[in-house]
């Protein structure tokens, strides 16, 4: 049984959970056959919640379309290792695609919950949510048309494809030789989330941005094996919380910069717009002191993976507790 250990501690709460001998997450032999299996399964329930978003377009079904797309992107690029690379670049291309459709729709949805919380406090907030009341309806009717364009076909071919090439690799391969592929690839997504976490300057939210990115790639794989072994759900939450600290920035980003492009289209007070942007980047910084005061756990999310050992002062998920001390609690956080 492949093995890559993973410190149980959880950095996220006041009482740390004490960790077990030979603790880890443990990968059966027959990984690659649970993964091919799985890609079948992650198949069917994506052309179920998009014809469900095809027929009956609602937030509901464009978030589940969203998560199936990207869960079964996670698999695919687990098989990936099986099959030749322009595979799953094409299938990779695709499954974009069908995300990138949804952006516009999405970044309005997630920034009127935002504005929500100023509009009580700041009159500009509230004429900005009511704009982007009116630019939601318009963005229902074109990402609708959108959706009910896509097509499923190629996809299908590609991701055939893909598993025949696993089963063929399987075919002539011991086992445990496949297992080791797969843990490669988890940790070569994870190496590259650390590379872009080494890289963040607090000063420029597109690095954390990009970190947030690499990592959400990471998080999706090990979500795909989670239902093959035995992944402690507190590390799950660990996972899911750690890229919300950063998705709490780019929200912020994102609205403060939309806000300054529209503002004197909508015509709002000059006076009112400065003292809302004001509190955006109030809380933007409250958001990256937060997430910088716990960025570093990241090394310990899949410890194995780094060839040397850790930084000084980067002792992994163990060392960093979620105690309220610090930058970090100077606000409140937003919830998702």
Not at 99 to 122: A, M, N, P, Y
Not at 123 to 139: G, Q, V
Not at 157 to 162: G, P
Not at 221 to 246: I, S, Y
Request: charged share 30%; aromatic share 6%.
């Amino acid at each position: 049984m492949s093995v890559i250990v993973v410190q149980k501690q959880s950095p996220f709460r006041h009482l740390p959970i004490s960790p077990s001998p030979g603790g880890g997450i443990q990968l059966p032999p027959e990984t690659t056959a649970h993964l091919l299996e799985s890609a079948k399964k992650q198949w069917k329930r994506h052309c179920k919640q998009l014809a469900r978003c095809q027929e009956k377009f609602s937030e509901a079904s464009v978030h589940a379309s969203r998560i199936c797309a990207r869960r079964l992107l996670s698999v695919s690029e687990l098989l990936g290792a099986f099959c030749r690379p322009k595979v799953q670049a094409q299938v990779r291309k695709i499954l974009k695609h069908h995300l990138d459709v949804f952006d516009d729709l999405r970044d309005t949805q997630v920034q009127r919950g935002l504005l929500k919380k100023f509009s009580d406090r700041f009159s500009a907030a509230a004429e900005f949510r009511e704009h982007l009341r009116n630019e939601e309806k318009r963005l229902v009717r074109q990402t609708r048309k959108a959706v009910r364009k896509i097509r499923t076909n190629r996809l299908r071919k590609l991701l055939r494809s893909e598993r025949k090439a696993a089963e063929e690799w399987v075919k002539n391969h011991s086992s445990d030789e496949g297992t080791r592929k797969v843990l490669g690839t988890v940790t070569a997504a994870f190496r590259k989330a650390v590379g872009v976490r080494e890289a963040i300057d607090p000063s420029s939210s597109e690095t954390i941005h990009r970190t947030r990115v690499a990592f959400k790639h990471f998080r999706y794989m090990v979500e795909a094996l989670a239902r093959l072994a035995a992944v402690n759900t507190p590390l799950l939450k660990d996972l899911q919380h750690f890229q919300t600290l950063m998705g709490d920035i780019q929200d912020l980003e994102v609205l403060g910069q939309d806000f300054q492009g529209l503002a004197p289209d909508i015509k709002i007070e000059k006076r009112a717009a400065i003292a809302f942007l004001a509190e955006v980047e109030r809380m933007k910084s409250a958001a990256v002191a937060r997430f910088m005061h716990r960025a570093d756990v990241i090394y310990g999310f899949w410890c194995d993976a780094l060839s040397q050992p850790q930084p000084a002062g980067k002792a992994g998920r163990a060392s960093v507790r979620g105690n309220g001390n610090g930058a970090a609690a100077a606000a409140q956080p937003i919830s998702k």
